[in-house]
């Protein structure tokens, strides 16, 4: 445990589910964890009683990516912990792969609906068909302009031209729009719809105020910072400044309110995490401006806010995560930016 999570408090402990099983952490409410093929090596999944006129069941919080190991743990979980029971609802809080990854076919397999925002449906149906702006080579050019010039790792990045269609096989077809302040019923509790941006187009939070339970997805994570990035459909983006603002919205929420988050372990603390959150962000805010006394691109940028060997797949959110602190800085009026003869952006002080 670092320093920072030594402030946070984990009520469960490092009692985690095994792929395939459920831990109840409150009446009606139950945490399932699933693999990923990624560094971050899991997602948590939340599973609430649910009802639909006389039929009893599950909503689904999170589907998992939609890879055979994930799908063998939803099969021991559909076996076993379900005890027979459907699922009512599945619920995304964005349309990241290992959020929506097997959406489709959960949806499919028990006749359930489909639940999101409108701008995670629109971005989930766009770039699992991957559309142009939405897929792999159309983020070429955009790394290209911002520094990446190394053709080794080029080529490695077009060959992910089908990375988010091979973890997201298929979304549903129709959804039901969840909106900020919108109030959903399930496990007994009321939940409030918090939507968040920065890190994806409108990201789902959900609050129970009964138990002060506060369903994160990735917005508020215990160990690692959420990624904010500036991508290539989305070019002039301002992605940090949203991300900061949107953290306001959970200020009204008790310290005491147990966090679920996407990653990582359940924990107490959601004020204290927000500060450490803020405190990263302005830090690494301060070393990029520091940096720009000579003009930079993204990719000069990048060793120093990730001082660690990075593949090919964490290279992409780096790039776009150095970028997303450099609009901040430039909309700020505290950067300038011009385009090189070379075709390279470069970012200085004003």
Not at 225 to 232: E, K, L, R
Not at 272 to 283: D, G, S, W, Y
Not at 296 to 318: E, K, N, T, W, Y
């Amino acid at each position: 445990m670092n320093l920072l999570e030594s402030q946070l408090s984990y009520p469960f402990g490092d009692d985690i589910p095994a792929p395939g099983t459920v831990h109840e952490l409150a009446p009606g409410l139950r945490w399932l964890r699933m693999p990923l093929p990624f560094a971050l090596d899991h997602i948590n999944l939340w599973l609430l009683d649910d009802r639909a006129g006389d039929r009893a069941g599950y909503a689904l919080v999170d589907c998992g990516a939609g890879t055979d190991a994930t799908r063998a743990a939803w099969e021991q979980v559909i076996a076993g912990p379900m005890d027979g029971r459907p699922l009512l609802r599945v619920f995304a809080t964005h349309c990241h792969p290992d959020h929506v990854g097997l959406s489709g076919w959960l949806c499919e397999r028990f006749a359930a609906p489909f639940w999101t925002s409108a701008a995670e449906f629109g971005f989930a149906r766009m770039m699992a068909a991957a559309l142009p702006g939405v897929d792999g080579p159309s983020a070429i050019p955009h790394f290209q302009r911002h520094g990446l010039l190394d053709a080794g790792l080029l080529a490695q990045m077009q060959g992910r031209r089908n990375y988010y269609p091979s973890l997201v096989p298929a979304v549903p077809p129709s959804y039901t729009r969840l909106q900020d302040g919108q109030r959903v019923k399930m496990a007994g509790r009321e939940w409030r719809v918090i939507t968040g941006f920065g890190h994806s187009p409108e990201h789902v939070s959900l609050y129970a105020e009964e138990g002060r339970i506060l369903i994160s997805g990735d917005m508020v994570l215990p160990r690692i910072s959420t990624n904010v990035s500036v991508f290539a459909v989305e070019p002039e983006g301002d992605p940090l400044t949203q991300y900061l603002a949107s953290l306001d919205k959970f200020a009204d929420l008790p310290e005491d309110t147990l966090v679920l988050p996407s990653h990582g372990k359940p924990f107490r603390g959601l004020h204290v995490r927000i500060r450490q959150l803020r405190e990263h962000h302005a830090a690494r805010l301060d070393e990029v401006r520091a940096a720009c006394t000579e003009p930079r691109s993204a990719v000069d940028i990048v060793p120093l806010m990730f001082r660690r060997q990075l593949d090919a797949h964490q290279l992409g959110f780096a790039i776009g995560e150095a970028l997303a602190h450099l609009h901040a800085l430039w909309y700020a009026g505290i950067l300038t930016r011009v385009t090189g003869a070379d075709g390279v952006i470069r970012f200085g002080l004003a």
